[in-house]
């Protein structure tokens, strides 16, 4: 799987909205780009995943560039809740078969009021 | 989503007895569920690769014989942390999916080994 590079911290003003990029310039055509976040002392939370087009749903927006070599994670109108770890996680979908995800560092989100 | 649920959500235990930890597809059979490890400050690390009717599949530096998983049906696993000692005290996490573009993951089981 490619590896990801995100930044370590953001802030966010409450309301604003939150861009947290990642950096995959490995990428290869058969990886999809998944967002998961962590809210403290919880398990990880599926958020969205894309291949290549534009992804939105009830939670957030994914943006991929067109070269596939980055993408933003767009949380429209940030609330204190989603204070958590943001990871940006980049695998193979092989059809019926189960792979494990990798996990990086992540990005601290802090969302202040 | 799916949802996974996971048992206990802490416990705290003597050195040197076992602990068995519980992760349950609720509404899929999860043909595959992963078992992680989060330690204070870190991110997660995968344990376990836990197929429904097989030996699990250890990462490097995971003992087997320490940490036992059972994968007995489609909708359980659990995994054991025999002989508990303080530096097995972490965030454990299972995860499953049923093949498809998802993993949905539980709420964790915070062990405290005293």
């Known amino acids: 799987d490619a590896k990801t590079t995100q930044p370590p911290s953001m802030d966010c003003a409450e309301g604003r909205a939150a861009n947290l990029p990642c950096n995959h310039s490995t990428i290869s055509g058969n990886e999809y780009v998944y967002w998961y976040r962590q809210i403290h002392s919880q398990g990880p939370q599926y958020i969205i995943h894309?291949?290549?087009n534009n992804e939105t749903n009830e939670m957030a927006s994914l943006i991929i560039t067109e070269d596939r070599k980055s993408s933003t994670l767009i949380l429209p109108h940030a609330t204190l809740r989603d204070t958590a770890v943001y990871y940006c996680?980049?695998?193979?979908?092989?059809?019926?078969?189960?792979?494990?995800?990798?996990f990086g560092s992540g990005t601290q989100l802090t969302v202040l009021p | 989503g799916a949802v996974v649920s996971q048992h206990p959500s802490w416990v705290i235990c003597k050195s040197g007895t076992s602990v068995k930890i519980e992760c349950r597809s609720l509404d899929f059979q999860a043909t595959t569920m992963f078992w992680y490890r989060q330690f204070p400050k870190q991110s997660l690390m995968l344990m376990a690769t836990?197929?429904?009717?097989?030996?699990?599949?250890?990462e490097q530096g995971v003992e087997k014989d320490k940490f036992l998983i059972n994968h007995a049906s489609l909708t359980l696993s659990t995994l054991t942390v025999t002989s508990a000692h303080p530096e097995d005290s972490s965030f454990y996490i299972c995860?499953?999916?049923?093949?498809?573009?998802?993993?949905?993951f539980g709420q964790g089981t915070r062990l405290t080994v005293v």
């Open positions: 894309g291949l290549k």
């Open positions: 995860s499953a999916t049923s093949g498809g573009v998802e993993a949905f």
């Open positions: 996680i980049v695998r193979a979908s092989l059809g019926g078969s189960a792979r494990q995800l990798t």
């Open positions: 836990s197929n429904e009717g097989s030996k699990a599949t250890y």
